[in-house]
């Protein structure tokens, strides 16, 4: 028999203890693990992320500090009336949730800017004083007008604008000779000639960079008491004018303004837009400028090369009444035909017992 001493009992007991403590730790870590739950999984935004099971959506906001930004009011032309008019939203699937409703596995938060408005507009319609001519302009008929322009609500900036003929039409007994395109060193000094020992007066629709080229026809015109108006800056034709740019079309009319402003003194309030072209949209440009557009009623097309004297005189009293706007060109080429064609034309006119005047008067 193997005698056990008390001291091996207690090496025995000892190393017993060890083991049985060793094989309990496992057991106790796997059991603190199992009661922790695992994490939730959302989507904020395009991302992916993991959260405790027991967050609250308000939380979920604070702690990744989410905000969406404001909208802005806008006038007219997109100037910022009111910065944080349109506030953004966080929504929870896709919809508006208290901050206290607890975040689920699976749940998708998005951050919502608010959007940019750009304010209402309105209708003011009001009847200007006096008689007066359309705009477009196409012939010196008066009658009572209409302004029709759409503004911003709150700003008042306005949109676009346009005129309307109201009640009874007065038909002056007159016509107005008009010339576009110039000035043109060879025809507008004979023009002016004939105009002048005619006891003639007319309106020269000038394009800005000729006037500025050739000031002394400028002077001319001027000195012979003629009117002048804007016929634009450089006289664009493809896009046409009314396609243009706004900032172009701004362009051609500002320009030759201030220059016939700066260099003669000259305040026109008169534009033909080159070829007729308009929209309500030049309308509104040269009305911000205190121009209204003149266009025409008798048109013999005596720019085109083959056109004769007795051709362009015929077409132009053949359509002449009173009250007509006629367009001829005393620049843009040799208008030999037209300048021929320019006694017989006013002899014309004033044996229909009709005045020659000018567009402003």
Not at 49 to 58: E, I, N
Not at 267 to 293: C, K
């Amino acid at each position: 028999m193997v005698r056990v001493s008390p001291r091996d009992h207690a090496r025995v007991g000892a190393r017993a203890a060890v083991i049985l403590g060793i094989a309990i730790v496992p057991v106790l870590v796997a059991a603190a693990l199992g009661e922790l739950p695992p994490p939730l999984e959302i989507t904020v935004g395009n991302e992916t992320a993991l959260v405790a099971r027991d967050t609250m959506f308000g939380r979920l906001i604070r702690d990744r500090d989410l905000h969406a930004e404001f909208g802005r009011l806008l006038d007219v032309e997109g100037k910022v009336l009111r910065y944080r008019a349109y506030p953004g939203r966080i929504l929870l699937n896709g919809a508006t949730a208290a901050r206290s409703t607890p975040l689920s596995n699976g749940d998708t938060i998005q951050v919502i800017d608010g959007v940019d408005r750009i304010e209402g507009t309105r209708r003011v319609v009001t009847l200007l004083e006096g008689l007066r001519p359309g705009n477009p302009q196409r012939t010196l008929d008066t009658s009572q007008v209409e302004e029709i322009r759409i503004e911003g609500r709150i700003s008042h900036k306005s949109v676009s604008v346009r005129f309307r003929a109201v009640g009874d039409v007065t038909q002056p007994p007159a016509v107005a000779l008009t010339f576009d395109d110039g000035p043109w060193p060879d025809a507008t000094p004979k023009v002016l000639e004939i105009l002048e020992r005619m006891n003639a007066k007319a309106t020269f629709f000038v394009i800005g960079y000729l006037a500025q080229r050739h000031p002394d026809l400028i002077r001319a015109e001027i000195e012979a008491s003629m009117t002048i108006g804007s016929h634009s800056w450089d006289h664009p034709r493809s896009p046409r004018f009314a396609d243009l740019e706004p900032h172009r079309i701004l362009t051609e009319m500002s320009q030759t303004n201030e220059f016939l402003n700066s260099q003669f003194g000259l305040q026109t309030s008169l534009f033909r837009p080159p070829g007729g072209s308009y929209d309500e949209e030049v309308v509104h440009m040269a009305d911000t400028l205190g121009m209204r557009i003149v266009l025409w009623s008798v048109d013999p097309r005596d720019w085109t090369g083959a056109k004769t004297p007795e051709s362009i005189a015929d077409a132009v009293l053949a359509k002449v009444r009173p009250g007509s706007i006629i367009d001829l060109h005393d620049g843009g080429g040799d208008q030999w035909a037209t300048i021929q064609a320019l006694p017989r034309i006013i002899e014309g006119i004033r044996a229909m017992g009709l005045r020659l005047v000018t567009i402003d008067e």
